[in-house]
Nanobody, 124 residues
Framework: QVQLVESGGGLAQAGGSLRLSCAAS????????MGWYRQAPGKQREMVAT???????NYSDSVKGRFTISRDNAKNTVYLQMNSLKPEDTAVYYC??????????????????WGQGTQVTVSS
């Protein structure tokens, strides 16, 4: 089992900043990618940003130039620095991690885990 714990959400004014953190724990062998997704009321969950183990990043067009994803491999933690926030960034933000975990010294399995979500609200 791999667990993800998010923190850092909250309320910000338009133009402001917030920083999200997500720490992965459990029987992790390796994490191939980590990312942030969001879901606004009445909308489908969408990708915000992802980062692979080699530090390759990918951003949705709506956040390019405003959000920065980074990763601390030693801590199995991913961050999302959100600047120049807009009211349309309001959503529940979910952390995701994909990789390999172990149930024993000889049994490995893929995992695709999600955090519980953290609310980000941007007021105009």
């Amino acid at each position: 089992q791999v667990q993800l714990v998010e923190s850092g959400g909250g309320l910000a004014q338009a133009g402001g900043s917030l920083r999200l953190s997500c720490a992965a724990s459990g029987s992790i062998v390796q994490i191939n990618s980590m990312g942030w997704y969001r879901q606004a009321p009445g909308k489908q969950r969408e990708m915000v940003a992802t980062i692979r183990s080699g530090s390759t990043t990918n951003y949705s067009d709506s956040v390019k130039g405003r959000f920065t994803i980074s990763r601390d491999n030693a801590k199995n933690t991913v961050y999302l620095q959100m600047n120049s926030l807009k009211p349309e960034d309001t959503a529940v933000y979910y952390c995701n991690a994909v990789g390999i975990s172990s149930r024993s010294t000889s049994y490995f399995q893929n995992f695709n885990s999600w955090g519980q979500g953290t609310q980000v609200t941007v007021s105009s």
